[in-house]
């Protein structure tokens, strides 16, 4: 065999061998919700985030039902899907919903021994542009550039300088949920506080890259237990990444590592299959467009009755492994 036949075969084997070292992860998913209490006659919007097919996720959307119809659409920045509903005039009383998904989620690994690196990757200006400006509630000048400023100090390279501020947020926030404040994703929250949940961990840390110049965004979806084959999800878990040139999108976990402290190496380049995403970014105007203000952020159902948010929701989330007994 020629030796650079040899040696091509001798990669391919290697890269296909480091692909089925990953993790993944095959489960259905059941999104459930109720509006309760509907009030009659009244002009009725629903709109909740659908589960996408990515490079990470392989999606297959098993039933997707409601008591009204469901249409299909996408926001415009950042291509969220969007499932939609509506009612010229309720009918008084509950209104249900209900999404069925089959998922295989793949662990995501940018670092470390053995990872490809990438020659010179970028960013196309709307990305860029879209990925290093300021959310409302995530400025990138003031406190948390002063914060980025002084972690970063001798640092000579982006991938550097994002370890420093992710070693900040590790060292410097508590998973705390106590109190109020936390869970908005307030960057200015975070800083005094110094708590909060895994949004404004993330939040953090996107402020304090993207003010050093480091494109980051934030992405929002469910965790999934390890140890569980099956069960009821009482809430959502967001995550990051950052882009790198040498390494295209380093995916960063802040909160599981401060959780489990010995994957804090992992959790910086490393996501593992124990999620699911459903959408990305933050201030989003959905579509078709809410009366409200933009959505801080979207993985819950948001409603609307006569152009006015409506908060009597039930929520039902669920998972089962698909070699769990009875998984659907």
Known sequence: MPRRIAFSFVLFLALHCLASAQASRHFTFHYGFTLKDVPAGERVRIWFPAAHSDEYQQVRVVSAKGDLSLKKSRESRFGNEIYFAEASKAKAGDLHFEVIYDVVRHEHLTLGLNRPRLQNASLDKKDSGLYLSADKLVPITGVPADLAAQVTAGKDSQLTKARAIYDYVFANMSYDKSGTGWGHGDVLYACNAKKGNCTDFHSLFIAMARSQGIPARFEIGFPLPADKPSGEIAGYHCWAEFFNPQNGWVPVDISEAWKHPEKKDYFFGGHDANRIQLSMGRDLKLNPAQQG?????????????????????????????????GAR
């Open 293 to 325: 203000e933009p959505l801080n952020y979207f993985v819950y159902p948001y409603a609307e009755v006569d152009g006015k948010e409506f908060s009597k929701v039930s929520l039902a989330f669920s998972f089962a492994d698909a070699n769990a007994h």
